[in-house]
Nanobody, 121 residues
Framework: QVQLGESGGGLAQPGGSLTLSCAAS????????MGWYRQAPGKQRELVAG???????NYADSVKGRFTASRDNAKNTVYLQMNNLTRADTAVYYC???????????????WGQGTQVTVSS
C-alpha cells in the first residue's frame, strides 16, 4: 500500500506565498507522474499542476506564472510553490501520484488526504 502525506497548507494573505509538500511512502518501486489538484466549495476538483518523473511540468492557465511544481525523486516528494496568491486560490489541495509498487506492476493512482489553503485578508 502507498500513502501520500501532504503538508504546508494554511492561511495566507492576498499576494502572499505558501509551499505545499507531499511525500509518498509505502511499497514504492517507482513514481511516474505526480500532481496537485484543488477543489473549492461547490466546484469540481481541477488539475493545478502536473510534473513528470523527468521534471516536465504543465499548469492550469489560472496559475501559470504564479505556481511552480517540483519534485525530489530520491525523497518521493512533490512540491508546489504558490506565489501571488489570490482569493480564487482558496481550496482544498490534493496531491496525486501514479505509483508502481513493483517492476511488474502497472501504475496505480493514489491521492493524499488534502490540505486546506485559505487566502484572505
Amino acid at each position: 500500500q502507498v500513502q501520500l502525506g501532504e503538508s504546508g497548507g494554511g492561511l495566507a494573505q492576498p499576494g502572499g506565498s505558501l509551499t505545499l509538500s507531499c511525500a509518498a511512502s509505502g511499497r514504492i518501486f517507482r513514481i511516474d507522474d505526480m500532481g496537485w489538484y484543488r477543489q473549492a466549495p461547490g466546484k469540481q476538483r481541477e488539475l493545478v499542476a502536473g510534473i513528470s518523473r523527468g521534471g516536465y511540468t504543465n499548469y492550469a492557465d489560472s496559475v501559470k506564472g504564479r505556481f511552480t511544481a517540483s519534485r525530489d525523486n530520491a525523497k518521493n516528494t512533490v512540491y508546489l510553490q504558490m506565489n501571488n496568491l489570490t482569493r480564487a486560490d482558496t481550496a482544498v489541495y490534493y496531491c496525486n501520484a501514479r505509483v508502481l509498487s513493483t517492476r511488474w506492476d502497472s501504475a496505480h493512482a493514489y491521492w493524499g488526504q488534502g490540505t486546506q489553503v485559505t487566502v484572505s485578508s
